[in-house]
């Protein structure tokens, strides 16, 4: 007779197969769910059924924990997110239910009550791409005939708000307003365009004042078991940049001041520690308020500043691009050209320029 047991907040069901081996299926919000599941299978043992993985009565939590997670090649940061996003929002709405139960009307219900939540419309786009890769996965190796999802034009989430830098009075109030350990990380920011992960992650070794040099080839690591993440967004990501003579004043500064922090990092916490991505953050939105910073506005802006403020003075948007680490030109002018709207008059009164040189000697030829 199948039996159930809990496991923290989710409940099994155990069950005997023919050849007398114990099997188990967890992931029930309730004991009578795991009661039915078990008393299923054993009644699928008797008629010889549960063979066919299409034919077993797999929940979503057994599928992805059995077989999705164990196939799973993605980056240390992506598994994190990824088991976020599966714990907070995926397994509380589907985790109990069988993969071939879950239907399209379901997952629209699901898709409002995401939206309705105030999740980000991008933040909500990761949660269905998710759960539709792994049910798209579970058709691929025969536990799902169908997949919900399949037909569905979701469509492109749009970024809420357009890219907004700083002034460079708030970047300097917001410094200013830091505990003075921590006042290089936003000239970091303003100075190099570097993201929050690689400024954090930025180790002396990394800086050389003769050669006036950045090496960004590791970011801090969100496993507070680990120092480092030895890899970057993208393989553009990996770069050397320029180091300015204002910031190696900065950053010399620093260093008679407060010293190397553990593992030849540049910044560390209040107590001689790593300094973390959540807790610096935390303190620069809590700064950031200050001078208007609005909600989902942080660290990030200090890279929409410095690359805002080059563009502003007409630098290559190929070398920005190239200091920034973007995969593509393309990245950076969908990111920041709306910014400077007078750069494509320009390039019109441009080509209006070119042609006036040729107009006359063209309209001679006409007459000719």
């Given at each position: 007779m199948a039996t159930t047991r809990a496991r923290g907040k989710y409940w099994y069901a155990r069950w005997r197969e023919k050849d007398g081996s114990q099997r188990e299926k967890g992931g029930f919000l309730t004991r009578k769910q795991a009661e039915?599941?078990?008393?299923?299978?054993e009644r699928l043992v008797k008629l010889g059924q549960n063979t066919k993985p299409s034919e077993l009565k797999t929940t979503l939590y057994d599928f992805v924990s059995e077989h999705w997670a164990k196939v799973l090649s993605v980056r240390p940061q992506t598994a994190l997110d990824?088991?976020?996003?599966?714990?907070?929002?995926?397994?509380?709405?589907?985790?109990?239910?069988?993969?071939?139960?879950?239907?399209?009307?379901?997952?629209?219900?699901?898709?409002?009550?995401?939206?309705?939540?105030?999740?980000?419309?991008?933040?909500?786009?990761?949660?269905?791409?998710?759960?539709?890769?792994?049910?798209?996965?579970?058709?691929?190796?025969?536990?799902?005939?169908?997949?919900?999802?399949l037909g569905w034009k979701r469509g492109k989430a749009q970024k809420k708000d357009k890219v907004q830098p700083l002034t460079y009075g708030q970047v300097e109030q917001i410094a200013n307003g830091m505990p003075g350990k921590y006042r290089v990380m936003v000239w970091i920011g303003y100075y190099t365009g570097m993201r929050p992960s690689e400024i954090l992650g930025l180790t002396w070794e990394r800086i050389n004042f003769q050669a006036k040099t950045i090496v960004i080839d590791r970011q801090i690591s969100r496993d507070v078991n680990k120092v480092h993440e030895d890899y970057l967004k993208t393989s553009a990501s990996q770069r050397t940049i320029s180091l300015s003579d204002?910031?190696?004043?900065?950053?010399?500064?620093?260093?008679?001041?407060?010293?190397?922090?553990?593992?030849?990092?540049?910044?560390?916490?209040?107590?001689?520690?790593?300094?973390?991505?959540?807790?610096?953050?935390?303190?620069?939105?809590?700064?950031?308020?200050?001078?208007?910073?609005?909600?989902g506005q942080g660290m990030h802006q200090l890279r929409h500043t410095c690359a805002s403020v080059l563009i502003?003075?007409?630098?290559?948007?190929?070398?920005?691009?190239?200091?920034?680490?973007?995969?593509?030109?393309?990245?950076?002018?969908?990111?920041?050209?709306?910014?400077f709207p007078q750069a494509m008059a320009e390039l019109s009164n441009a080509l209006d320029s070119h042609a006036s040189e040729y107009e006359e000697e063209f309209k001679l030829r006409l007459v000719d």
């Open positions: 039915l599941y078990g008393s299923e299978q990824y088991e976020l996003s599966l714990y907070k929002h995926i397994f509380p709405r589907f985790g109990s239910d069988y993969l071939n139960e879950i239907t399209r009307l379901e997952l629209r219900k699901w898709h409002k009550e995401l939206k309705d939540s105030g999740l980000a419309e991008r933040t909500v786009e990761k949660h269905l791409n998710l759960l539709a890769s792994i049910l798209k996965f579970a058709v691929e190796i025969e536990y799902l005939n169908k997949s919900p999802f204002n910031l190696a004043g900065l950053l010399k500064g620093h260093l008679a001041m407060y010293g190397p922090g553990p593992h030849g990092l540049v910044l560390s916490n209040r107590n001689g520690k790593v300094l973390r991505y959540h807790d610096a953050s935390q303190m620069f939105r809590t700064r950031g308020r200050a001078v208007g910073l609005k909600p502003q003075r007409k630098e290559n948007f190929k070398a920005i691009q190239e200091m920034l680490g973007h995969a593509s030109i393309q990245e950076t002018m969908d990111t920041y050209g709306h910014l």
